[in-house]
């Protein structure tokens, strides 16, 4: 047991103690008054030491800040312990500079300066100085008009105009965040009320289809449950997590006969993964929360919300249903004793339901102690992620299976409102899955050599851009990171691009399974909105069609990203925006 701490009375010494032994005669007289002239002399120094102290404090915090000294307790470092293949420590040892507002950068409304990008605000009330229109007065032929887009500086103008260098400043047009936007707006052709048409008509759409899905969520009457199953994990504990290694097949070589230890078959999936149900039911478990959450979201139906807490008590915290936190025996591979490190990945959706708790717990009726019991079973989880040997190795991983590990955990520090740890895993990023994982022309290595190589191409985009969506919100810019050879986001994305508008002719690697385009339009429909590509918009109005058109015949799930689109387009980027929705269309 732990022993207490003990209080400030019990460390004071006793009356008893504190009397003074007689000193002097016999008689006891002189001592006395020389006990208690010694008490007089004590008594009056601390009384004149704490005057003291307390003046003094009270005039040191009343200073020029108004505000005495912020205490911070260090947040434990969970990361220092592992090295990466190369060696070098998993902290960035160049952390990049960062806006902290109490460690929650996204609630500092100050950060949302949407005067300094177009001018300020006095340029927004009198447009008359930013004109809207073109100004169509005849220009002389010699004189080039500044590119579209931005300004030449004035040395660029003296080269390229010779004589006319000398021209008066005023004649000159000066580009601004405002002519440029407008001068784009016009151009599209379309009306405002147009604009307001087609934006009602898909957002009624994408909530159709939610709703459409939660209602099917609602109608399953089966348990979601660890227990739920015909065979146990080699502990023997049903309540322990089982899932099968997808890519790894018996051994017909197996010398005893017994098809032990299975063999690896790579972009081969093995049947026998469905007769182990837990990886199924735990990935339908996080969809149905997550769109019956987003379903309660946009028509506030309680009925969506009682099924969630259902859902969530079943998984994780009724005694006869819950799942151990751990995943000690995911992908495991028969004739093994413990599973494989990629089964650490089954769990990485799980930033879904907490998406989904967002809005759940504005229910009324929602039971307050729900959130606060999943919090202990993933404080418990994440312990697990940071300390088991299993977890360790994924965190290493130089492909998809390190990408993911960081999506796992910054998504639950997150819900545990660690945010100190998830901006460290977010800076780390930075180098340990960007700089490593993608070469210079945006091609990556790792997922190259895999079978299904553009899957997995496209698979591990995603995740970066997972990422960097949440980077927006720490304070950690990846979505304009460069790595000392030029490696980027927007490089990797680039590099799948010419092939995505050929049905994949070229693709310079082996590739099993076709090009399937739907999640790379998803990825190329929020890099327009991140960058602004011309190109990318381009490239959605050859693939969306396509992909659009195997929706109608069934080949593959209808669905919508707008809510995506939106909240990319008006949230990423900026201090302020949670993007809860906006994970609905990329992983």
Same mark, same amino acid.
């Given at each position: 047991?732990?022993?207490?701490?003990?209080?400030?009375?019990?460390?004071?010494?006793?009356?008893?103690?504190?009397?003074?032994?007689?000193?002097?005669?016999?008689?006891?007289?002189?001592?006395?008054?020389?006990?208690?002239?010694?008490?007089?002399?004590?008594?009056?120094?601390?009384?004149?030491?704490?005057?003291?102290?307390?003046?003094?404090?009270?005039?040191?915090?009343?200073?020029?800040?108004?505000?005495?000294?912020?205490?911070?307790?260090?947040?434990?470092?969970?990361?220092?312990?592992?090295?990466?293949?190369?060696?070098?420590?998993?902290?960035?040892?160049?952390?990049?500079?960062?806006?902290?507002?109490?460690?929650?950068?996204?609630?500092?409304?100050?950060?949302?300066?949407?005067?300094?990008?177009?001018?300020?605000?006095?340029?927004?009330?009198?447009?008359?100085?930013?004109?809207?229109?073109?100004?169509?007065?005849?220009?002389?032929?010699?004189?080039?008009?500044?590119?579209?887009?931005?300004?030449?500086?004035?040395?660029?103008?003296?080269?390229?105009?010779?004589?006319?260098?000398?021209?008066?400043?005023?004649?000159?047009?000066?580009?601004?965040?405002?002519?440029?936007?407008?001068?784009?707006?016009?151009?599209?052709?379309?009306?405002?009320?147009?604009?307001?048409?087609?934006?009602?008509?898909?957002?009624?759409?994408?909530?159709?289809?939610?709703?459409?899905?939660?209602?099917?969520?609602?109608?399953?009457?089966?348990?979601?449950?660890?227990?739920?199953?015909?065979?146990?994990?080699?502990?023997?504990?049903?309540?322990?997590?089982?899932?099968?290694?997808?890519?790894?097949?018996?051994?017909?070589?197996?010398?005893?006969?017994?098809?032990?230890?299975?063999?690896?078959?790579?972009?081969?999936?093995?049947?026998?993964?469905?007769?182990?149900?837990?990886?199924?039911?735990?990935?339908?478990?996080?969809?149905?929360?997550?769109?019956?959450?987003?379903?309660?979201?946009?028509?506030?139906?309680?009925?969506?919300?009682?099924?969630?807490?259902?859902?969530?008590?079943?998984?994780?915290?009724?005694?006869?249903?819950?799942?151990?936190?751990?995943?000690?025996?995911?992908?495991?591979?028969?004739?093994?004793?413990?599973?494989?490190?990629?089964?650490?990945?089954?769990?990485?959706?799980?930033?879904?339901?907490?998406?989904?708790?967002?809005?759940?717990?504005?229910?009324?009726?929602?039971?307050?102690?729900?959130?606060?019991?999943?919090?202990?079973?993933?404080?418990?989880?994440?312990?697990?992620?940071?300390?088991?040997?299993?977890?360790?190795?994924?965190?290493?991983?130089?492909?998809?299976?390190?990408?993911?590990?960081?999506?796992?955990?910054?998504?639950?520090?997150?819900?545990?409102?660690?945010?100190?740890?998830?901006?460290?895993?977010?800076?780390?990023?930075?180098?340990?899955?960007?700089?490593?994982?993608?070469?210079?022309?945006?091609?990556?290595?790792?997922?190259?050599?895999?079978?299904?190589?553009?899957?997995?191409?496209?698979?591990?985009?995603?995740?970066?851009? %997972? =990422?960097?969506?949440? #980077?927006?919100?720490? &304070?950690?810019? *990846?979505?304009? /990171?460069?790595?000392?050879?030029?490696?980027?986001?927007?490089?990797?994305?680039?590099?799948?691009?010419?092939?995505?508008?050929?049905?994949?002719?070229?693709?310079?690697?082996?590739?099993?399974?076709?090009?399937?385009?739907?999640?790379?339009?998803?990825?190329?429909?929020?890099?327009?909105?991140?960058?602004?590509?011309?190109?990318?918009?381009?490239?959605?109005?050859?693939?969306?069609?396509?992909?659009?058109?195997?929706?109608?015949?069934?080949?593959?799930?209808?669905?919508?990203?707008?809510?995506?689109?939106?909240? %990319? =387009?008006?949230?990423? #980027?900026?201090?302020? &925006?949670?993007? *809860?929705?906006? /994970?609905?269309?990329?992983?």
């Amino acid at each position: 047991m732990k022993k207490a701490r003990p209080n400030s009375v019990s460390v004071l010494p006793t009356h008893s103690q504190f009397k003074d032994k007689p000193v002097g005669s016999a008689s006891g007289a002189p001592g006395n008054t020389a006990r208690w002239t010694l008490r007089r002399v004590i008594l009056g120094a601390g009384g004149l030491l704490f005057v003291y102290i307390t003046l003094t404090t009270i005039f040191k915090s009343s200073s020029s800040t108004g505000r005495s000294p912020r205490v911070t307790r260090p947040e434990p470092d969970f990361y220092k312990d592992v090295q990466l293949n190369n060696g070098k420590p998993y902290k960035d040892a160049n952390p990049v500079p960062i806006i902290d507002n109490d460690n929650k950068p996204w609630l500092d409304p100050s950060n949302n300066k949407i005067g300094d990008s177009i001018g300020g605000a006095e340029e927004v009330k009198k447009p008359e100085q930013e004109p809207i229109i073109e100004d169509k007065t005849p220009k002389q032929p010699e004189k080039q008009q500044p590119p579209a887009g931005g300004s030449r500086s004035g040395s660029e103008q003296t080269a390229e105009e010779g004589d006319d260098a000398d021209t008066d400043l005023d004649e000159l047009e000066v580009e601004s965040d405002v002519s440029i936007t407008s001068r784009k707006r016009l151009s599209t052709g379309v009306t405002y009320a147009q604009v307001l048409a087609s934006t009602r008509a898909e957002r009624d759409y994408a909530i159709a289809l939610i709703v459409k899905e939660a209602n099917q969520a609602l109608k399953s009457t089966e348990v979601y449950s660890v227990t739920n199953k015909d065979q146990t994990a080699p502990s023997n504990d049903i309540h322990d997590y089982l899932s099968l290694s997808k890519y790894y097949w018996p051994n017909d070589k197996s010398p005893t006969g017994d098809f032990l230890p299975y063999v690896r078959r790579d972009g081969h999936i093995n049947p026998e993964i469905e007769t182990v149900r837990d990886y199924r039911l735990l990935r339908t478990m996080m969809r149905e929360v997550h769109i019956m959450g987003m379903a309660y979201h946009f028509t506030g139906n309680k009925t969506y919300a009682d099924k969630c807490a259902k859902r969530l008590r079943e998984w994780f915290l009724d005694e006869a249903t819950y799942m151990n936190p751990n995943i000690n025996f995911g992908s495991l591979r028969k004739g093994e004793a413990l599973g494989a490190r990629t089964g650490v990945l089954d769990m990485f959706p799980i930033f879904r339901v907490f998406d989904a708790l967002h809005y759940l717990k504005q229910e009324p009726s929602w039971d307050p102690t729900l959130i606060p019991q999943l919090q202990e079973w993933f404080t418990r989880y994440v312990r697990w992620l940071e300390t088991a040997t299993l977890a360790k190795v994924e965190r290493k991983g130089n492909n998809n299976h390190g990408t993911y590990y960081d999506v796992q955990i910054i998504g639950i520090y997150l819900f545990l409102d660690r945010i100190d740890d998830a901006r460290e895993v977010a800076r780390s990023a930075l180098e340990n899955r960007i700089d490593r994982q993608i070469l210079p022309d945006g091609g990556q290595p790792e997922e190259l050599e895999r079978k299904t190589s553009w899957y997995y191409s496209v698979f591990n985009l995603q995740a970066l851009m %997972t =990422l960097a969506r949440w #980077g927006d919100d720490l &304070g950690v810019n *990846m979505w304009d /990171h460069e790595g000392p050879k030029g490696q980027s986001i927007k490089k990797a994305i680039d590099f799948l691009l010419p092939y995505s508008l050929k049905n994949g002719e070229g693709w310079p690697v082996k590739n099993l399974k076709g090009f399937d385009m739907t999640d790379y339009l998803k990825c190329l429909q929020i890099a327009w909105n991140i960058y602004g590509d011309q190109k990318y918009l381009d490239a959605i109005t050859v693939i969306e069609p396509k992909v659009r058109q195997d929706m109608v015949e069934g080949k593959i799930k209808t669905i919508s990203t707008f809510m995506c689109d939106m909240s %990319t =387009l008006m949230e990423a #980027g900026q201090r302020g &925006g949670q993007g *809860m929705i906006w /994970h609905w269309c990329l992983t």
